[in-house]
């Protein structure tokens, strides 16, 4: 839930759903108020009661323009917010060690669109098949396992492992590429004297001995 609360994508599902106006949405997002944990303290904090006059003013000092309507509908969301807040607080302190990170579906899709490699869909193979003593056309399906001892493979693997590792929140996708490029670097350097060219075993070695 804690992700739930820090995720801007899930902010701004949010403020659609509750039909907050975008100019008080865009107010909020330049005072730095882009998440539901921020939105949380921005008025007022959990555990106490808001009241509506008060928020009213303070809405209208982010957008002198906001109607009854959209400072409902923010009081709304605030509202929410800070009660979920107060969810997350209260299970870190009872079960610290049974909270189970789940990204939330915004979150989800907001970060497959940042990976660009994932935008571009690779068009199936296709081979021939006999059904029903006739010749068909069929999707190939695709295998979970692929081997990597080229060093094309290789580097196509890692490619994977690091949207993975970039969807999981553990490391940057570009962060990653830049430490997977300087290895494979390796493979086109000239050995010292007395020793032997870098090999993409080791490349493949080297990654998963720094973590990554």
């Not at 069929?138 to 492992?161: C, G, I, Y």
């Not at 590429?177 to 086109?188: A, D, G, I, K």
Request: net charge negative; aromatic share 6%; proline share 4%.
């Amino acid at each position: 839930m804690a992700l739930l609360l820090d995720s801007e994508a899930q902010f701004d599902l949010r403020i659609a759903e509750c039909k907050v106006p975008d100019t008080l949405r865009d107010a909020l997002k330049g005072n730095g108020i882009d998440t539901l944990a921020t939105l949380s303290y921005s008025f007022g904090q959990p555990e106490q009661a808001i009241d509506h006059d008060a928020f009213a003013q303070w809405v209208r000092t982010l957008d002198p323009r906001a109607t009854m309507g959209a400072v409902a509908s923010l009081r709304r969301l605030t509202f929410e917010s800070q009660t979920q807040l107060l969810a997350i607080l209260k299970e870190q302190v009872t079960a610290p060690d049974t909270a189970v990170k789940r990204i939330p579906q915004a979150e989800r899709e907001a970060r497959m669109t940042l990976v660009h490699e994932l935008t571009s869909l690779k068009t199936p193979d296709r081979i021939l098949d006999i059904e029903a003593n006739k010749i068909v056309v069929k999707d190939k399906e695709d295998k979970l396992e692929v081997p990597a001892h080229t060093s094309l493979q290789v580097l196509e693997a890692l490619k994977r492992r690091g949207i993975a590792l970039d969807f999981g929140d553990c490391v940057g996708f570009i962060e990653r590429e830049r430490y997977v490029q300087t290895l494979f670097e390796h493979l086109h350097r000239e050995p010292p004297q007395g020793y032997q060219r870098c090999t993409i075993a080791q490349c493949r070695q080297g990654s998963l001995e720094e973590g990554h």
